[in-house]
């Protein structure tokens, strides 16, 4: 059994996620530039996967080394690569079509679905408590959105929300695969699959660049397996609950690198929705905590409602 994590780990832990939220707002400030500057989404993706394939390499030989690529069960990350490549691909648009801090607040409603996909797929207990925090925060993704006004488009909108979906049905993949499975295994085989995978569809999709698209193409490659190797790193070292609630101030940086780089900022709707889904998703956390401190206190009596 591993030792209990230590308060250095923690706070190890939470500069870690820190830094993982600062670059993936980082990446996605890339993301959108590419496109800006003529890159297909399909195309971002494949460059994203291959120009990170040499941090994924490093981390894997200064690390577990070879041994930590050994799968149990290949069926099952074939699956997960098929569920993540979509993911990503839907992702990747929402950010191509939503400014930058809207496309960040609807991503902060993966808890929530992932919550209920667990509930359903996993059967996780989900009591009372959490389905009013899942429900309320929908309704702040609701005030976001707009339904009906001239904010956002809806088609954008909607991408949004069901890229959250698939990025919530991700994180269920992972529970699944994380009881038989290693993080190492689970982050080097999606990086060669997605790499391979976009990599047979460039016949139709590469094109000329100039130096500055290049140069955004590896930018995006290189903070996107950064950000995933720093926020698989923070997971050693502190469990979820403790570090979910720091991922919220990537809000933060994405209204400022829209407002640096777009020169665009967040709607009144869209602070008041976020203020919404962030308390919600807060709650859950909280929720979460509490579960565990009883289940740890009293480890023969039933699990409490959630």
């Known amino acids: 059994m591993a030792p209990p994590a230590s308060p250095a780990d923690y706070r190890r832990a939470i500069w870690l996620r820190l830094a993982a939220g600062l670059t993936f707002a980082i990446m996605a400030a890339g993301v959108k530039l590419a496109s800006d ?32 690529t050994k799968v149990v069960r290949p069926k099952a990350h074939v699956s997960r690569a098929i569920i993540g490549l979509t993911g990503m691909v839907l992702n990747f648009q929402a950010i191509r079509m939503l400014p930058l801090a809207e496309a960040t607040v609807i991503s902060f409603s993966v808890p929530f679905f992932a919550t209920a996909l667990a509930a359903i797929f996993l059967a996780e207990p989900v009591g009372r408590h959490r389905w009013t925090a899942i429900a309320v925060g929908l309704v702040g993704v609701v005030i976001v959105v707009q339904p009906g006004g001239s904010h956002i488009e809806p088609v954008a909108a909607l991408v949004g929300i069901v890229a959250a979906l698939a990025v919530a049905t991700v994180t269920v993949t992972l529970r699944q695969l994380g009881s038989t499975e290693s993080a190492t295994a689970t982050v080097f085989w999606f990086s060669i699959a997605s790499t391979i995978v976009t990599g047979l569809t460039m016949p139709w999709f590469f094109q000329a660049h100039d130096a500055v698209t290049w140069g955004l193409l590896l930018w995006v490659g290189i903070a996107g397996g950064a950000a995933q190797l720093v926020n698989t790193a923070s997971l050693r070292l502190a469990p979820v609950p403790v570090l979910a609630p720091f991922d919220y101030l990537q809000l933060l940086w994405a209204v400022l690198l829209g407002w640096l780089i777009w020169q665009t900022s967040p709607t009144a709707a869209t602070w008041a929705g976020a203020a919404v889904i962030v308390a919600s998703g807060l709650y859950i956390v909280h929720r979460e905590r509490a579960l565990r401190r009883q289940v740890s206190a009293a480890p023969e009596s039933p699990r409490p409602e959630a």
Do not use: C, D, K, Q
């Open 37 to 68: 500057h003529g890159a297909h989404v399909v195309e971002i993706i494949f460059y994203r996967n291959l120009f990170s394939l040499p941090l994924v390499f490093g981390w894997l030989l200064v690390g577990p080394g070879w041994a930590g």
